[in-house]
């Protein structure tokens, strides 16, 4: 019987049998009915050099000591009270209840980007695995596209790609036979910072954008700038002309406003991998699919896919919808769903040996930036992930035209001028796409708080203007709107502010309250820019509340206040829910 189903069976968690054996320094399965074991050396007798006598010790109160079957390691067994009655040999014992423990205290996991792990954290041998797994994961030094370290104190934003490389064993017939490697899948996650939800937004890879120039490192240690490109797809910001994930980073913050934080990449062997660590993944088909490209074939319903079935099931194109990749990301986010599903269950949660697979697995395929590398990193980003609630974790597509014919030059898709701004501006905002009530209670309580009590005429707020992120000369571009738009003529371009700053603020002495209630209503700044502080001198050695433009700035007059609620995408879908692909 495997430690599994044993421990199914007696009511023991599997978790709990893995023990450190102080022999050998390494982490051995018990199978026996003995109690927790503890990392100290043999009977007192044989740490004085003399031979231990287990009948000996038994009689003095101490443990019976029984040989390990293979290693030959030496484990107490449990000690019995002097007079009392021997233990019953296993299976004839009176069980007792056992109290069940929560899932977070069985076992430390973490799920997170389709990935996950389990940390042994105690003794040597944990830490030579820790440092085995550090040393499966790449990096890539994409100089400042990327953040040099996590925190766990703020939101984040983790771009996941997905390459077309052909790389691995079978996956000959997989992606361009010539592709170095472009940015064939791509989700941008972002993870609220309350961490009520998440939202994870598809990225196509044929739309069309403007990709920005970009500086990379060079395999001698120089740096190269790669010129951008205008009116090209999407995938082709990685991989062409020798771009790196850094130049996927800087074109998704020159389309959609939004600054990733760092990025993961993966490439055709993860799916597989993955795939088979968790024993299959689940998936769902509203009809047969039987494609001769992909050489996918599935029935109607539930099957479970792993390896090069699950490769083929999420590159598959022409058995979808209109065959076309937007339909195709829909069933890829059906997929993640799935997966991450299957990762944080119990049978996988309980299950050792399924852990370590994944764990190998998850670190093999992954590449990242330098400043998630450790992963004691990883680990804090998939535990912080793993605070949402799959309910609230939101799989959507960035809002596209399709096929446009605009007269100039054939487009596949285009980002959608309309639709495509409010849902960045919701993420940029951390507002959630599924109902919060909580945080949507509390977007409007800090409405109604900015709005409420006197404000002040525009012609007594005095103001200086510093740029803390914005784009340069924003600052005087704040000035000349106030004095020639609305009036506040005691305004001031100050400069640079001391250090740079995501979010645009106001900071503000007490007795400036209406004065900072009147700029905010102008210039449409949210609650959470007001800051309650000090004022300081002008020239006229007047007090002055202090506006620092942060990277957040859209531009003189731009309202800032963040939307209460996300827009309406129409189509979307979360993690906790399974779907049929059609």
Same mark, same amino acid.
């Given at each position: 019987m495997d430690a599994q189903s044993r421990g199914r069976a007696e009511n023991i968690d599997p978790a709990d049998q893995w023990v450190l054996n102080p022999n050998t320094g390494e982490y051995e399965l018990r199978l026996g009915n003995s109690a927790p074991q503890s990392p100290v050396p043999g009977p007192r007798a044989s740490r004085r050099g003399r031979p231990a006598d287990p009948e000996a010790e038994r009689g003095r109160g101490g443990a019976a000591v029984r040989e390990a079957p293979e290693r030959g390691a030496e484990v107490p067994q449990p000690r019995r009270r002097r007079g009392a009655e021997p233990e019953p040999p296993p299976g004839r014992r009176n069980r007792r209840p056992v109290k069940k423990k929560s899932k977070a205290k069985k076992v430390v996991a973490w799920t997170g980007g389709g990935l996950a792990l389990v940390l042994v954290a105690t003794g040597s041998a944990g830490y030579l695995y820790l440092k085995h797994l550090e040393g499966n994961v790449?990096?890539?030094?994409?100089? =400042?596209?990327?953040?040099?370290?996590?925190?766990?104190?703020?939101?984040? =934003?983790?771009?996941?790609? &997905?390459?077309?490389?052909?790389?691995?064993?079978?996956?000959?017939?997989?992606?361009?036979?010539?592709?170095?490697?472009?940015?064939?899948?791509? +989700?941008?996650?972002?993870?609220?910072?309350?961490?009520? =939800?998440?939202?994870?937004?598809?990225?196509?890879?044929?739309?069309?954008?403007?990709?920005?120039?970009?500086?990379?490192?060079?395999?001698?240690?120089?740096?190269?700038?790669?010129?951008?490109? @205008?009116?090209?797809?999407?995938?082709?910001?990685?991989?062409?002309?020798?771009?790196?994930?850094?130049?996927?980073?800087?074109?998704?913050?020159?389309?959609?406003?939004?600054?990733?934080?760092? /990025?993961?990449?993966v490439d055709f062997n993860a799916v597989k991998t993955l795939t088979s660590a968790v024993g299959g993944v689940k998936v769902c088909l509203k009809h047969p699919v039987n494609d001769k490209d992909s050489h996918l074939r599935l029935p109607a319903g539930e099957s479970k896919i792993e390896g090069e079935q699950a490769l083929a099931f999420v590159r598959t194109?022409?058995?979808?919808?209109?065959?076309?990749?937007?339909?195709?990301?829909?069933?890829?986010?059906?997929?993640?769903?799935?997966l991450m599903r299957d990762m944080s269950s119990s049978d996988t949660l309980t299950n050792p040996?399924?852990?370590?697979? *994944?764990?190998?697995?998850?670190?093999?395929? *992954?590449?990242?930036?330098?400043?998630?590398? @450790?992963? @004691?990193?990883?680990?804090? +980003?998939?535990?912080?992930?793993?605070?949402?609630?799959?309910?609230?974790?939101?799989?959507?597509?960035?809002?596209?035209?399709? =096929? !446009?014919?605009?007269?100039?030059?054939?487009?596949?898709?285009?980002?959608? !001028?309309?639709? &495509?701004? !409010?849902? /960045?501006?919701?993420?940029?905002?951390?507002?959630? /796409?599924?109902?919060?009530?909580?945080?949507?209670?509390?977007?409007?309580?800090?409405?109604?708080?900015?709005?409420?009590g006197t404000r002040s005429a525009p012609s007594d707020v005095r103001v200086r203007i510093m740029n803390g992120g914005a784009a340069d000369g924003a600052a005087q571009d704040v000035v000349n709107w106030m004095q020639t738009e609305k009036g506040i003529l005691k305004s001031e371009n100050a400069g640079n502010a001391p250090a740079g700053v995501s979010r645009t603020t106001l900071e503000y002495a007490p007795d400036q309250a209406p004065q900072a209630r009147e700029l905010a209503a102008l210039m449409g700044l949210s609650g959470s820019a007001l800051k309650p502080g000090k004022s300081v001198t002008n020239a006229q050695s007047l007090p002055t509340m202090s506006l620092t433009l942060g990277k957040d700035f859209k531009g003189a007059g731009v309202s800032l206040t963040a939307p209460a609620k996300a827009p309406d995408v129409g189509e979307k879908s979360t993690a906790d829910k399974v779907e049929c692909a059609s």
């Open positions: 790449s990096a890539t030094d994409v100089g =400042n596209a990327a953040k040099q370290s996590f925190s766990k104190d703020d939101a984040f =934003n983790i771009l996941i790609i &997905g390459t077309d490389k052909r790389t691995g064993a079978g996956n000959e017939g997989y992606g361009d036979k010539n592709s170095v490697g472009h940015a064939d899948t791509n +989700i941008l996650l972002h993870v609220a910072k309350d961490r009520t =939800n998440a939202t994870a937004l598809s990225i196509p890879r044929d739309m069309i954008v403007d990709v920005p120039d970009c500086e990379t490192l060079q395999p001698d240690g120089s740096r190269k700038v790669i010129p951008g490109s @205008s009116q090209v797809r999407f995938n082709t910001s990685l991989g062409q002309e020798g771009r790196d994930p850094g130049c996927t980073m800087r074109t998704v913050k020159a389309v959609t406003g939004i600054t990733p934080d760092h /990025f993961m990449m194109r022409h058995a979808w919808g209109n065959a076309g990749d937007l339909d195709r990301i829909k069933v890829q986010q059906q997929f993640m769903g799935s040996g399924k852990l370590l697979d *994944l764990a190998e697995a998850a670190t093999n395929a *992954l590449t990242v930036d330098k400043g998630i590398k @450790s992963v @004691s990193t990883l680990k804090d +980003i998939a535990l912080e992930m793993k605070k949402v609630p799959p309910k609230n974790i939101t799989f959507l597509t960035v809002p596209v035209k399709d =096929n !446009p014919a605009d007269g100039v030059v054939h487009k596949t898709v285009i980002v959608n !001028p309309e639709l &495509g701004p !409010p849902v /960045f501006d919701a993420i940029n905002n951390d507002v959630s /796409f599924t109902d919060v009530k909580k945080k949507e209670k509390a977007a409007k309580d800090a409405q109604a708080a900015r709005l409420k």
